[in-house]
């Protein structure tokens, strides 16, 4: 169990010079085509803060893309992962089957939206879902199209990067893509032609009549949607625009499937975002927050969608790895039993009541939104809508040498996403804020 100080503590500049000779180390060996938000290499985390090689406590406001939800090395999560490590640590449960999958698998079916029987399987990251998801939509539908959204983000396989919307970084010189991957218009209600007012009504009847004009209802497998768009800029489509499309999916035998990679295991104040219009997906992508740091991801769906396919259709080595499996028995136990839901709809009115009021200050503040502790700003030339992604690297920087972890997001990169692990302690929340408040100010 690590137990961090939860103190933000600044002993070097940001790096400090153990970080950057290791760094140095990383641009010798590590390819150069990965990013990298913060340039510390870490010793230890917990709690709220990151503790870097240098010892600098850095406050973490991005959870490692909402993946520790209940903390860095969280206590159920680290006293079964040691169990199951001693106990054994693999035997591919294709081959030999064990007890934690199963209950992994109970325990989606029980928490996923929806009271109809459900069935799940386990795999290692969130497009490995997304793509299974896919798989056994096209397989029960006996059908080929897939529709997806603007400003999506569904991972880097192949057939993910041609559902993901944006073109660089995610897609730049990696074709070709997979065909009958088909790109409707997101309900974005501060970027909506017709204003936010009319976003719901009007982007719904577009969508539609695209779908059954220019595909046909009766050839599309699946519509795939992020509940709230996590990479796009946290893209809170408005009400009615999800149970309008799902409503359309059920009346055409269309599979809705929620990628609640981002936006699951009480993220947004619910288990589930689908919960917060009471849409019940046909079925799930999930991973991220589902086992507190260790590689799993999952897909629930309606028990006679999950059987249709063939026998050993589905699966891979590693998927549902027992030592993942028991990291996320001690994830969901800590989400249910602390209940996380609660403190991330407490976390989210911290930060929303902040930076609306950041926002009454800075003409530079487009609009904030989000929901529960998925909160987002989105940065503009004063006076318009105009994307303003200069403000975002400059505040980000800031940031970092404060001593505070945030990351950007968004289609025009003019986006900060707060999303912070939902243990954060309050008063360091406040100080985070506070931090970004200065580097607003700053631009
Ligand atoms: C991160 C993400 C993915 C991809 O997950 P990986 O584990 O990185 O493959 C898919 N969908 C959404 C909504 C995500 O946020």
């Known amino acids: 169990m690590t137990t961090v100080p939860q103190v933000r503590k600044l ?27 913060i340039p510390i290499v870490v010793e230890r985390a917990g709690g709220g803060i990151i503790v870097d090689v240098d010892g600098n406590a850095i406050i973490d406001m991005g959870a490692g893309i909402a993946v520790v939800n209940v903390g860095n090395s969280a206590k159920r999560v680290v006293e079964n992962v040691q ?44 497009a ?35 559902m993901t919307a944006k073109n660089m970084p995610y897609k730049e010189g990696f074709g070709p893509f997979t065909p009958e991957v088909y790109r409707m218009p997101m309900a974005y209600p501060m970027r909506w032609p017709g204003g936010p007012e009319k976003c719901a009504d009007e982007a719904l009847d577009f969508v539609i009549h695209k779908m059954e004009k220019e595909l046909g209802g009766k050839n599309i497998a699946a519509i795939v949607i992020e509940p709230i768009q996590g990479e796009g800029g946290f893209i809170v489509p408005p009400k009615g625009f999800l149970p309008g499309l799902a409503k359309f999916a059920t009346d055409n035998g269309i599979i809705f499937i929620a990628d609640e990679v981002q936006t699951g295991f009480a993220r947004t104040g619910d288990m589930f975002a689908s919960n917060d219009e009471n849409v019940v997906p046909d079925i799930i992508a999930m991973a991220k927050g589902i086992a507190g740091g260790l590689p799993l991801s999952a897909v629930t769906g309606r028990a006679e969608i999950m059987d249709a396919v063939h026998g050993s259709g589905l699966g ?32 989210g009115k911290i930060i929303s009541t902040s930076l609306n009021a950041m926002k009454a200050k800075y003409s530079i503040i487009g609009e904030v939104r989000g929901r529960g502790a998925m909160q987002a700003i989105e940065f503009v030339l004063p006076g318009g809508i105009e994307p303003h992604p200069t403000a975002v690297g400059a505040i980000v920087k800031f940031c970092q040498l404060e001593g505070v972890l945030v990351l950007s997001a968004g289609t025009y990169g003019n986006v900060i996403r707060l999303l912070p692990p939902l243990v954060m302690p309050l008063d360091l929340l406040h100080e985070a804020l506070e931090v970004l408040d200065r580097a607003i100010a700053s631009v």
């Open 83 to 126: 169990a199951q490590v001693e106990a054994f640590t693999h035997t591919c449960f294709m081959v030999a089957p064990y007890l934690g999958y199963i209950e992994v698998c109970e325990a989606l079916n029980r928490l996923t939206p929806g009271t109809h029987s459900k069935k799940s399987i386990l795999l290692n990251s969130g």
């Open 11 to 37: 002993l070097t500049t940001i790096p400090g010079p153990k970080s950057e000779a290791i760094l140095k180390r990383r641009s010798e060996a590590v390819s150069s085509a990965l990013g990298m938000a």
């Open 316 to 347: 891979g080595t590693y998927g549902g790895s027992p030592v993942a499996c028991a990291a996320a028995l001690g994830a969901i136990a800590t989400i249910e039993e602390d209940n996380l839901c609660k403190a991330a709809v407490e976390i």
């Open 128 to 162: 490995e879902a997304v793509e299974n998801a896919v798989k056994i939509a096209r397989n029960y539908t006996k059908r080929q199209a897939v529709v997806v959204f603007e400003h999506a983000y569904h991972g880097r396989t192949n057939l993910t990067m041609a």
